[in-house]
């Protein structure tokens, strides 16, 4: 089932699944929160959706340029261990998914929390922040990784901008 109209989603049990990191990152300088968490918050804010964000179990480290090799490489090697699991899915109808852009892709540590979940029945809303990619590859990762959810349309925002976006994702919610 595919809804339309904005207050149809905002009536659904939602819940906002999404990874951030703060200090060093491209754009920003060192942040005390990060740029996906901000829209997160806009997003719990408008909705009254649940947030849950993902932790590395190995932290990123605070410069931006180290962060960037530790992501290529748990990319490649898909080797990315979380802090704690999703919660149990079956009750939410609409799971937005909040991810940075890392390298074109979600961080590493997205699939391993998604990945083997059942997703049937779902309604997907991806949201993206990034310096200039866009959404990237990630609709199509999400597509790939959730198996039977329905995915719709993405809302990307350059992070250097969040802190005015909340009218940009209102409009979008
Ligand atoms: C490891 C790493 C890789 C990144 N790769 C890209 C990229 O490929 N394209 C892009 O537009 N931005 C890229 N960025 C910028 C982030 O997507 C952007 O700053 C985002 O808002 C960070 O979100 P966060 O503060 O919630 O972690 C990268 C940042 C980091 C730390």
Redo the contacts with the bound molecule.
Sequence with gaps: MILNSQENYKDKKSIIIY????NE????GY?DK?????IAEYIRDLTGAELFKVEPKDK?ASD?KT??R???ERIRSHNAPIVKELPDLSSYEVIYIGS??????M?EEMVTALKDRDFTGKIIRPFV??????L?NIPKEIKEVCKGATVLDGLEV???T?NSAKDRVESWI
Excluded: D
């Design positions: 990874f951030s990191r703060a990152n491209y754009a920003v942040i990060g740029n996906t968490e901000v990123y931006y962060c960037v530790e992501a290529v940075p852009v890392y390298c074109g892709k961080p922040t990034h310096e200039g990619s866009g990237a350059k992070g250097s969040v």
